[in-house]
Structure formats: structure tokens, C-alpha cells
């Protein structure tokens, strides 16, 4: 057992292991570089699909690029749009559904999440979110837009009805502003 407390994408990637299973569907509302949409392919098994959306034509190339090369492309369905249009392009249904805020790694600073279409897009997710289905969402509060996105999430998942769990774990003591999650669960 670690005695590492990890972090919030590790505390993301443990609700999201316990509410997928083969044939379930999730998406990735922001892809980057694909890891995490590569990693839900391999949760949701060969009857699984997910679909991955992003603003940035780069990431979708990287992350469709990374599925090709695991041979999961064909669980997937790829958008190169903003993650607020999701439940115009996905189905509900979602036994998890994954953020990951901040800018594409890699790549200019200058394109981040921004808080009006993540707030449309995580009021969308809940929407779409199967019973006993999880949102994660990793916030960076770190850096300006970040901190606007952090405190617009707190008061949107504070004001979610009781009819869903709703979690946020941070370290209460660590200095930079590092990641928190927040976690949505629909109950069953």
C-alpha cells in the first residue's frame, strides 16, 4: 500500500475504475493527449464506446493518433468541439465522465478552459450521467483562469441537488494552488 495520498487525477482514475465496466459508455470532455480517452477504451472493453471532444485540432490528432497505435480507435468517437456541445453529440447514458481542466500539455498556455463553457459543459455532464454514473472533474487552480474555473465549480456543485454525491477533495496545506477534484456521483 503507498503512503502517497496521490493526487486528483489519481483520485479521479479510482471512481472512475469502480463505474466502468465492459460495455459501459463514457466520455472524455477534454482529451489533451489522449491518455485519459485511452484509458477509458480499455475500461469499457470491446462493447464500450466512448467520445472524446476537444476545441483544439491538435489534441484530437494526438488522442486519435494514440488510440490507432493501441488499437482502440474503433471504441471511440472523436470531436474536434468544445466540451459545453456534448449533449448535442452524446448520448445520456454515461457510466463516467471525465475533466480534465487547464491547456493541452505541450502546447501554448494561451488556450485553456474557460469557465462559461466549462460551467455549460459540466451542467450538460450531470445531464447525461447514468444512474450510479460518476463526473470527475480535475480543476488547476494554479495559474488565473483556473482559480476563476475553481471557485464557479465550488458554488455549481454546492448548489447540485441532494439526489447526487457530490465530493471535492484538495490538500488543505500544500502551497502553488495544486489540482483538486470534485466528483459527481448520480445515485442508483
Given at each position: 500500500?503507498?503512503?502517497?495520498?496521490?493526487?486528483?487525477?489519481?483520485?479521479?482514475?479510482?471512481?472512475?475504475?469502480?463505474?466502468?465496466?465492459?460495455?459501459?459508455?463514457?466520455?472524455?470532455?477534454?482529451?489533451?493527449?489522449?491518455?485519459?480517452?485511452?484509458?477509458?477504451?480499455?475500461?469499457?472493453?470491446?462493447?464500450?464506446?466512448?467520445?472524446?471532444?476537444?476545441?483544439?485540432?491538435?489534441?484530437?490528432?494526438?488522442?486519435?493518433?494514440?488510440?490507432?497505435?493501441?488499437?482502440?480507435?474503433?471504441?471511440?468517437?472523436?470531436?474536434?468541439?468544445?466540451?459545453?456541445?456534448?449533449?448535442?453529440?452524446?448520448?445520456?447514458?454515461?457510466?463516467?465522465?471525465v475533466f480534465n481542466l487547464g491547456w493541452l500539455p505541450g502546447a501554448q498556455h494561451a488556450v485553456t478552459t474557460r469557465v462559461e463553457t466549462t460551467l455549460a459543459a459540466v451542467s450538460q455532464a450531470v445531464e447525461l450521467l447514468a444512474p450510479g454514473g460518476v463526473l470527475t472533474i480535475c480543476v488547476y487552480p494554479g495559474h488565473e483562469e483556473g482559480a476563476r474555473e475553481r471557485e464557479a465549480l465550488l458554488a455549481w456543485a454546492a448548489a447540485l441537488p441532494g439526489t447526487l454525491d457530490v465530493l471535492h477533495q484538495r490538500y488543505m496545506n500544500q502551497k502553488n494552488s495544486p489540482p483538486e477534484l470534485l466528483a459527481v456521483r448520480r445515485r442508483p
Open positions: 500500500m503507498s503512503s502517497d495520498f496521490g493526487s486528483a487525477r489519481r483520485w479521479a482514475e479510482r471512481f472512475i475504475l469502480d463505474a466502468l465496466h465492459e460495455g459501459s459508455m463514457a466520455i472524455d470532455a477534454t482529451l489533451g493527449n489522449g491518455h485519459d480517452a485511452e484509458r477509458l477504451c480499455a475500461l469499457v472493453g470491446k462493447t464500450g464506446h466512448v467520445f472524446g471532444f476537444d476545441v483544439q485540432k491538435e489534441a484530437v490528432e494526438r488522442t486519435r493518433q494514440r488510440l490507432a497505435d493501441r488499437g482502440l480507435l474503433s471504441r471511440a468517437t472523436l470531436f474536434c468541439a468544445g466540451h459545453e456541445r456534448m449533449a448535442e453529440l452524446a448520448p445520456p447514458g454515461a457510466d463516467a465522465i
